[in-house]
């Protein structure tokens, strides 16, 4: 099975920037992709962007130029700057893995809060 577990959320102003982290570990030959998503105040959750096993990468509308998703795979670490952080941005950030033997995992999410 897998686990992903994620930091680096925190309180910060707009403009300013954050990266999370999200480290999975288990059965982690076996994921295909991992993701952000997050859930605002009253929101369904979305996802944010999310990047596969060989790179390629996707991102939400709202948040393409101001993000990057990244990994580090000897560390098995997916990484999400954020940058010109807005206070829409706010939410509790969740990360989820996608293994093609084990099905979807999440991690217990961080909450970013941008103050205006």
């Known amino acids: 099975q897998v686990q992903v577990v994620e930091s680096g959320g925190g309180l910060v102003q707009a403009g300013g920037s954050l990266r999370l982290s999200c480290a999975a570990s288990g059965s982690t030959l076996t994921i295909n992709a991992i993701g952000w998503y997050r859930q605002g105040p009253g929101k369904q959750r979305e996802l944010v962007a999310d990047?596969?096993?060989?790179?390629?990468?996707k991102y939400s509308e709202s948040v393409k130029g101001r993000f990057t998703i990244s990994r580090d795979n000897a560390k098995n670490t997916v990484y999400l700057q954020m940058n010109s952080l807005k206070p829409e941005d706010t939410a509790v950030y969740y990360c989820?893995?996608?293994?093609?033997?084990?099905?979807?995992?999440w991690g217990q999410g961080t909450q970013v809060t941008v103050s205006s």
């Open positions: 990047i596969s096993r060989g790179g390629s990468t």
């Open positions: 989820h893995a996608q293994s093609t033997w084990y099905g979807g995992y």
